[in-house]
């Protein structure tokens, strides 16, 4: 996102600038209504692409500044004594929580599990030991997580319904941290579909 581009468009020490043939539009990533990185890139992608339709600079800045996260898509749960918790249910398979993941600025204890579609958690690793300090498993069948990251050290632990997910999360949490349900896996197991798992993951937070 770094390498600029004339036209085109990229962030750069905390600015996103959008050029086109005919005007250049400049905007702190600081007023994007959304910060995480994966909402920048596409917070970028659709100014260079409004822009390049005619769309007036001044109403897209408008549009970055004020656009709301979707639902079960890296949206905010609430905040319960300093511990943020995002509803990520829309996440159904490895790639998908790999950039929610890789968006993650605080140590993260991450709910994981559900129906798995032949997985493979190799791909998280990485960014798990990096920013994961343990794992929640949502799900009837949990053996292959558990396989995929017992040498990491990171506490792993099962919940089966959402409720439990979200107070066994808590427990591992401290303040300052984030808890995102983000599992990697269908919803058919213990939900009735993703939204249904992300509408009782923020009802268990609000009764927290």
């Given amino acids: 996102m770094k390498q600029?581009?004339?036209?085109?468009?990229?962030?750069?020490?905390?600015?996103?600038?959008?050029?086109?043939?005919?005007?250049?539009?400049?905007?702190?990533?600081?007023?994007?209504?959304?910060?995480?990185?994966?909402?920048?890139?596409?917070?970028?992608?659709?100014?260079?692409?409004?822009m390049v339709a005619g769309i007036k600079k001044e109403s897209v800045r408008v549009a970055v500044q004020t656009f709301s996260s979707l639902e079960h898509r890296m949206a905010p749960a609430g905040v319960v004594r300093g511990?943020?918790?995002?509803?990520?249910?829309?996440s159904t398979n490895v790639n998908s929580t790999w950039f929610a993941l890789e968006s993650m600025e605080k140590p993260t204890v991450l709910i994981l599990g559900g129906v798995d579609k032949g997985n493979d958690y190799s791909i998280l690793e990485d960014l798990v030991r990096e920013k994961v300090k343990a794992i929640v498993c949502l799900g009837l069948h949990n053996e292959k997580i558990h396989e995929a990251f017992r040498h990491t050290g990171i506490p792993i632990s099962d919940a089966g319904n959402a409720s439990e997910a979200v107070q066994k999360a808590f427990g591992y949490a401290t303040k300052g941290d984030v808890v995102l349900l983000s599992p990697a896996c269908a919803s058919f197991d213990l939900f009735d579909n993703y939204e249904d798992r992300g509408r009782q993951f923020v009802k268990a937070v609000r009764e927290l």
């Fill in 83 to 90: 511990v943020e918790f995002i509803n990520d249910s829309k």
């Fill in 4 to 50: 600029e581009f004339n036209p085109g468009s990229f962030i750069k020490k905390g600015t996103m600038t959008v050029k086109t043939d005919n005007e250049r539009m400049e905007m702190s990533i600081l007023d994007f209504a959304v910060k995480r990185k994966q909402n920048l890139a596409n917070g970028m992608a659709a100014s260079s692409v409004g």
